[in-house]
């Protein structure tokens, strides 16, 4: 935990029954808002998966997952995700998705070997989404059309968790600033990726990185 930044005179402005709460308000207006926005339907994930069957996504092919035997198969080996990437794209197939639409899930992962600090964790608790879209739909304008979307659905959550808890005042910036990951290596030569994205951020508040 030697990453994780606790400011000077920092207090919880909720108590802890306060945050339950706002955290389940916050799920459950960003999925709604989420799934109206994009055009996707709620489906189910797997919390494992079998090693032989390839949906284990092993992000940087360093982690090591969880795994366990079932005992009903003979103790056959099976593995805690890291991620849904590749089974996102098997279950839009065989949902036989059309194009313009897609899924979403409330994917639980265990990851031990992430670096924690603030924002990461071993347990991982996070909206996962895909959809389906046309040829000529893979430009840089539509993903830029796509990243507003999302950004709005945050947008209007945090405006009504405001309403809800007054004393979590609404931080976000208007707009979404959109860069690509060269044109921030330009920028700030000498950092780490990390740093440089921490440079970008508190510059513009709500950044989207292009080309990472």
């Keep these: 935990m030697e990453h994780l930044m606790i400011p000077d ?15 389940k308000e916050i799920k459950d207006h960003f999925e709604r ?14 919390l494992f998966v079998k090693p032989e069957s390839g949906l284990n996504d092993n992000l940087n092919g360093v982690e090591r997952p969880v795994s366990f035997g079932i005992k009903e198969q003979n103790d056959a080996e099976v593995e805690i995700v890291h991620s849904l990437a590749k089974w996102k794209r098997i279950k839009l197939a065989q949902m036989n998705v059309s194009p313009g639409r897609g899924i979403y899930t409330d994917m639980n992962a265990l ?20 959809k ?3 040829r000529d739909q893979r430009s840089l304008a539509y993903l830029k059309k796509v990243v507003r979307r999302i950004y709005e659905a945050i947008k209007v ?13 609404p931080m976000l910036p208007e707009d979404i600033f959109f860069i690509h990951s060269e044109q921030l290596l330009q920028q ?7 740093e440089r994205e921490n440079a ?5 508040k709500a950044v989207f990185i292009i080309g990472i």
């Design 33 to 46: 808002a989420l799934a109206k926005s994009l055009h996707l339907t709620r489906v189910s994930a797997p």
């Design 132 to 134: 389906v879209i046309d």
């Design 200 to 204: 970008i951020v508190k510059k513009h």
């Design 188 to 194: 700030y030569p000498n950092m780490t990726p990390k």
């Design 111 to 130: 990851r031990p070997d992430e670096e924690l600090d603030n924002i990461h964790s071993i347990y991982v608790d996070q909206w996962d989404w895909e």
């Design 157 to 169: 959550t945090e405006n009504k968790l405001y309403v809800e808890f007054p004393q979590i005042e």
């Design 9 to 23: 005179g920092y207090y919880a402005p909720l108590t802890i029954r306060e945050t339950e709460v706002a955290i």
